[in-house]
């Protein structure tokens, strides 16, 4: 069964910092790229991040880049998302995505597997 489960999402102040981890298992990480998304209520779900599999491709979001820093540790079968300089709009459910691709994708219909999310809350 494959499982991918986030975390490290909390409540910062704006100009904050957080990282996400997503932890994946019943899947050969290393075959799947691995995406960042996230919602709010009434709101489409909006890509933020993918990377390739090996790590070398990346791919932001124009709302995040600059700030946010995705990254994969595919020994740990871990992906991993760096945020810097949030702002509120980045108050969001984080959900990370894995897809068996050679490439990368910011198209969620591409995406096999999904986690549940984690809240990220920005607020002074």
């Known amino acids: 069964q494959v499982q991918l489960i986030e975390s490290g999402g909390g409540s910062v102040h704006p100009g904050g910092s957080l990282r996400l981890s997503c932890a994946a298992s019943?899947?050969?990480?290393?075959?799947?790229?691995g995406g960042w998304f996230r919602q709010t209520p009434g709101k489409e779900r909006e890509f933020v991040a993918v990377?390739?599999?090996?790590?070398?491709?990346?791919y932001y979001g124009d709302s995040v880049k600059g700030r946010f820093t995705i990254s994969r540790d595919n020994a740990k079968s871990t992906l991993y998302i760096q945020m810097d300089n949030l702002k509120p709009e980045d108050t969001a459910t984080y959900h990370c995505?894995?897809?068996?691709?050679?490439?990368?994708?910011?198209?969620?219909?591409?995406?096999?597997?999904w986690g549940q999310g984690t809240q990220v809350t920005v607020s002074s």
């Open positions: 995505a894995a897809a068996h691709m050679t490439g990368i994708s910011h198209n969620a219909d591409d995406y096999d597997y």
């Open positions: 990377v390739g599999r090996n790590g070398s491709i990346k």
């Open positions: 019943g899947l050969t990480f290393s075959w799947y790229a």
